[in-house]
């Protein structure tokens, strides 16, 4: 069992910052890839960043890229995604995931490579 609890979203200005966070629990933190995904109304859940458990390997959508960045801090159990300039479209409900560790885009990248998700956050980005 790795519950995840997702925290820090909330209502924005477009241009304007906000950091999720995401708090695992269990003892092998550092053995999980961690994940961050959003779902916008109409449309599916797509995959943002993610991170191997080390920190070694790190990759962001290219929606996002340039203006999120995940990071981690195993000692605390915390996957964090720093969010600016932030823009309308970017208005979804972002959860965090984790895996098995893994250095792979291609597996990262995959929502469907993913067993543990936390319940999310809202991030609402006004214009």
């Known amino acids: 069992q790795v519950p995840l609890v997702e925290s820090g979203g909330g209502l924005v200005q477009a241009g304007g910052s906000l950091r999720l966070s995401c708090a695992a629990s269990g003892r092998t933190f550092s053995n999980y890839a961690m994940g961050w995904f959003r779902q916008a109304p109409g449309k599916e859940r797509e995959f943002v960043a993610a991170?191997?458990?080390?920190?070694?390997?790190?990759y962001a959508a290219d929606a996002v890229k340039g203006r999120f960045t995940i990071s981690r801090d195993n000692a605390k159990n915390t996957v964090f995604l720093q969010m600016n300039s932030l823009k309308p479209e970017d208005t979804a409900v972002y959860r965090c995931a984790a895996r098995a560790d893994s250095t792979s885009w291609g597996i990262l990248s995959n929502i469907r490579m993913y067993a543990y998700w936390g319940q999310g956050t809202q991030v609402t980005v006004s214009s």
């Open positions: 991170m191997s458990g080390s920190g070694g390997s790190t």
